[in-house]
């Protein structure tokens, strides 16, 4: 099992930068992928980013402005995020997957998840 907490998130204005980081413990997440999601207010939980161990896959939505990163020695992956619009706006959740060498988009296969962390961006 592996424990994820996500920090980094605020209020941006709209073309602004924020990165969100996921800090682990538990099990070593070399093991594993690792994903983001993202979830608005009235709305389901959606993909945003996936990370394997030598490849990456994005959601459309986020696919040029977004970057998803992750150091095994620390513990912790990362999303760059860039070009911020309004409509990114949503509670991010960092998620581990014992898929690591194939991406996913399906929630279920996620298996542990953080708690999230707040992005807002003003129009």
């Known amino acids: 099992q592996v424990q994820l907490v996500e920090s980094g998130g605020g209020l941006v204005q709209a073309g602004g930068s924020l990165r969100l980081s996921c800090a682990t413990s538990?099990?070593?997440?070399?093991?594993?992928?690792m994903g983001w999601f993202r979830q608005a207010p009235g709305k389901e939980r959606e993909f945003v980013a996936y990370i394997s161990w030598r490849s990456t896959y994005y959601a459309d939505s986020g696919k040029g402005r977004f970057t998803i990163s992750r150091d095994n020695a620390k513990n912790t992956v990362y999303l760059q995020m860039d070009s911020l619009k309004s409509e990114d706006t949503a509670v991010y959740y960092c998620a581990a997957t014992p898929f690591s060498s194939k991406w996913t988009i399906t929630l279920r296969d996620y298996t542990d998840w953080g708690q999230g962390t707040q992005v807002t961006v003003s129009s």
């Open positions: 538990g099990r070593t997440i070399s093991s594993y992928g």
